[in-house]
């Protein structure tokens, strides 16, 4: 079986210039700001709200529940971008399309990879086998 191909979604350029300010390692403020920009151009009525812990956690960095994403000290792009895509899919037409807990988990999987790929390519080429 072939390995899938990560970098198939096409992302607004947009997105990836706001992409490119968060960092690898993105800072709550930072976070914050990007969150805002998803929220106006998804038209994501919605609040999230994003808990920063100081653990290491039990989730691989993040968790996506219910609008409320909790994220750990230190967290990575590629997880913080996943939980994100979470939080559009539940908040967005985008959940329709996506019925299972499968297809949402895929649908993270490419969107957030699509846009590491393209803004860092070579933390990709490191973390692909890791985050997926």
Same mark, same amino acid.
């Given at each position: $079986? ?30 914050? *700001? ?50 994100? *895509? ?17 297809? *949402?988990?895929?649908?993270?999987? $490419? ?22």
């Amino acid at each position: $079986m072939a390995k899938p191909k990560y970098n198939g979604y096409k992302i607004a350029p947009d997105t990836l210039k706001e992409v490119a300010k968060l960092g690898y390692t993105p800072k709550i403020n930072r976070i914050l *700001r990007f969150a805002e920009f998803l929220k106006r151009k998804y038209n994501i009525s919605t609040k999230l709200e994003i808990e920063l812990r100081k653990d290491v956690g039990a989730f691989n960095g993040g968790l996506y529940i219910d609008n409320k994403i909790i994220i750990y000290e230190n967290i990575k792009l590629p997880t913080l971008l996943h939980e994100l *895509r979470h939080w559009i899919q539940f908040n967005t037409r985008i959940s329709k399309e996506l019925h299972t807990y499968e297809l *949402r988990e895929i649908d993270a999987r $490419m969107w957030s990879s699509s846009i590491l790929c393209k803004v860092y390519p070579e933390e990709f080429k490191k973390e692909n086998y890791k985050f997926y």
